[in-house]
């Protein structure tokens, strides 16, 4: 059983077009996140999620949009594609938010 | 802002050959220090938390410490199985967000 799940696992893109990943966790845990990996492997935190509330919001272009439709999904929607975008985004789960955080495998994204 | 610096970036080291991994941090007041594991192609692993100054946790091969300034992820007997990337993050004052190093890469030589 896949505790924290994403899809797509690869996703290749033009430059210019949108695009959506989707995070589930079936933890029953309250706190979601987003996360960055760039190619050097530095792990950067995008969003958190608290109930369905955003509760972390770091400097992210506002291309990205980030939507919770319930405790257990956390997507992410990313407009007008850039070169830059290229990374691994992680989604990630805690119980509350000082407790240990459990990462879904990731979603490697190219953008051609 | 807060700070996290790992050493070394990559260590390579027999199989049996112990060692230590550091994570030295700057932040305004400590509320959790973690330890993660990442392999290739795969979300980081929660190994450990941290606290306070002066606690240990331990599983199987790994023993990780912490002081006020730095914390050890010490690797005793390692085995191939153990290479992997290890990741340490904090998470400090009212702040929810983890901030993580760039890891140190190690490689247990069979």
């Known amino acids: 059983d896949t505790a924290v799940s994403q899809t797509p696992k690869y996703l290749v893109t033009q430059m210019g077009n949108d695009k959506s990943i989707k995070c589930e966790q079936n933890?029953?845990?309250?706190?979601m996140y987003w996360y960055k990996q760039d190619s050097k492997k530095f792990l950067k935190i995008m969003f958190s999620?608290?109930?369905?509330?955003?509760?972390i919001n770091e400097t992210v272009p506002n291309r990205f949009s980030p939507k919770s439709p319930d405790k257990a999904h956390l997507n992410l929607h990313i407009n007008s594609l850039e070169l830059g975008d290229s990374a691994v985004y992680f989604c990630a789960s805690s119980q509350q938010v000082n407790q240990p955080q459990h990462f879904g495998d990731g979603t490697r994204l190219s953008i051609l | 802002e807060d700070q996290v610096t790992q050493s070394p970036e990559a260590l390579r080291l027999q199989e049996g050959e112990s060692s230590s991994l550091n994570c030295s941090y700057t932040?305004?007041?400590?509320?959790?220090l973690f330890w993660y594991r990442q392999d290739p192609g795969k979300g980081p692993e929660f190994l450990f938390t941290?606290?306070?100054a002066g606690e240990e946790k331990e599983k199987e091969r790994l023993k990780a410490t912490l002081t006020k300034k730095e914390s050890f992820l010490h690797i005793t007997a390692p085995k191939p199985e153990d290479s992997a990337t290890y990741l340490c993050a904090v998470q400090a004052g009212g702040n929810e967000k983890l901030t993580f190093g760039t890891g140190t890469r190690l490689t247990i030589i069979p």
């Open positions: 932040v305004s007041g400590l509320r959790g």
């Open positions: 999620y608290n109930n369905k509330e955003l509760i």
């Open positions: 941290l606290y306070s």
């Open positions: 933890l029953g845990h309250d706190t």
